[in-house]
């Protein structure tokens, strides 16, 4: 049973458009959300979080939103850039527990 | 700071076989994870190790384990390997003091092929 899910596996963009990068959780009781960035060959990079008691949290070019109600969140890239071509993972944890991770979303930005 | 570190990067191992993959946390660390990524499956949570316990468990069966020592280093050890072994192994490290919801940092990876 799948906890955090990305159903989109992949996503294409043109250069200096916004990519929007979905997420969808069931477990109500998670407090943590993390986005990170995957390039082959490496590991995961943290770029991203926000507490459960926000709705949005900005850094830079990117942006995520949480939509408790809706158990959504989603990471916005403005404007994309070819560089941010790789597999994002989202995450979530609850006090106690250990990270849970989506299956990934590859992004791909054309210029 | 200095990041994470995994050794070895790449390892090949037959059938049957065990293998150890080493993880030095960042400076300050007390907590270290592991987790198994193969293509189509995310990363999968392993176990956690925290002040040398370990604090969570994932999934997986009891060929997989684990230890931290007292500069909290961890190691992996799979014992009789299978094909279904063969993934990328990820370390993360993190303060651990927030009780899970702090942000972890990955290493590169201990890429393990199987034959």
């Known amino acids: 049973d799948q906890q955090v899910k990305q159903n989109s596996p992949s996503l294409s963009v043109q250069e200096g458009r916004i990519s929007i990068l979905n997420c969808d959780y069931t477990?109500?009781?998670?407090?943590?959300f993390l986005w990170y960035k995957k390039y082959p060959a490496e590991g995961p990079t943290f770029l991203i979080s926000?507490?459960?008691?926000?709705d949005k949290n900005e850094d830079g070019r990117f942006t995520v939103f949480l939509n408790k109600s809706a158990k959504h969140l989603s990471l916005h890239i403005v404007p994309s850039q070819p560089g941010d071509s790789a597999v994002y993972f989202c995450a979530a944890a609850q006090a106690g527990t250990a990270l849970i991770f989506g299956k990934g979303t590859t992004l791909s930005v054309s210029s | 700071k200095a990041g994470v570190t995994q050794t070895p990067r790449y390892l090949i191992k037959t059938r049957g076989q065990q293998v150890t993959l080493s993880c030095s946390p960042i400076s300050g660390h007390r907590s270290v994870s592991w987790y198994q990524q193969t293509p189509g499956q995310g990363l999968q949570f392993l176990f956690e190790y925290f002040s040398e316990t370990q604090r969570n468990k994932g999934n997986f069966p009891g060929r997989f384990s684990g230890r931290q020592f007292s500069n909290s280093r961890s190691e992996m050890n799979v014992s009789t390997l299978e094909l279904g072994d063969s993934a990328l192994y990820l370390c993360a490290s993190s303060p651990g003091l927030a009780g899970g919801l702090d942000t972890q940092y990955f290493g590169p990876g201990t890429r393990l092929t199987v034959l």
């Open positions: 477990n109500s009781m998670f407090d943590y």
């Open positions: 926000i507490s459960s008691i926000k």
